[in-house]
């Protein structure tokens, strides 16, 4: 089967996905994992969300987090294993580009950390590095002693 018609098998939506495939999806990419309770409250208070579906199961999805008006961070972008390397990245971001384009108001801040390789997927949309002028930074969660 080739790209397109493998594409045509897929379906995209505006939706938030299911906490349990989300979470599955990040782990079976190499992604960091998330707690069920971490998932059930975060991926609610998405501003966009947007997923591919093969046969109604998740295989890629990206989301809009912030403020609604002065800051944006795109997370999660992610396609499963098997559909890697065929533009579904390149698909999730142009939705993303597309709710940017239409809500975020002129001066507003969009962000978003890049692992590599994926870097390169970022730049095709306009995102630059930040550095030297800024540094993006993170602090690592830390588990919650029982």
Do not use: W
């Not at 018609?5 to 190499?30: C, D, F, M, N, W």
């Not at 998932?39 to 989301?63: C, D, H, I, Q, Y």
């Not at 890049?114 to 030297?132: E, I, K």
């Amino acid at each position: 089967m080739n790209d397109h018609e493998q594409r045509s098998k897929l379906t995209l939506a505006h939706e938030i996905p299911q906490p349990e495939e989300y979470i599955e999806l990040r782990v079976v990419a190499g992604m960091s994992p998330r707690t069920l309770e971490a998932a059930r409250t975060g991926l609610p208070n998405s501003l966009f969300s947007v997923t591919l579906r093969e046969e109604g199961k998740l295989v890629g999805m990206g989301r809009v987090l912030g403020d609604g008006g002065c800051a944006y961070l795109i997370s999660d972008i992610v396609v499963h294993p098997s559909m890697q390397r065929r533009g579904l990245g390149k698909q999730i971001m142009a939705e993303i580009e597309k709710y940017l384009d239409a809500n975020v108001p002129p001066r507003s801040f969009v962000s978003l950390i890049a692992d590599t390789p994926a870097d390169a997927l970022y730049r095709h949309f306009g995102f630059v590095d930040t550095a030297p002028a800024s540094i993006g930074m993170y602090r690592p969660s830390l588990p919650r002693e029982s």
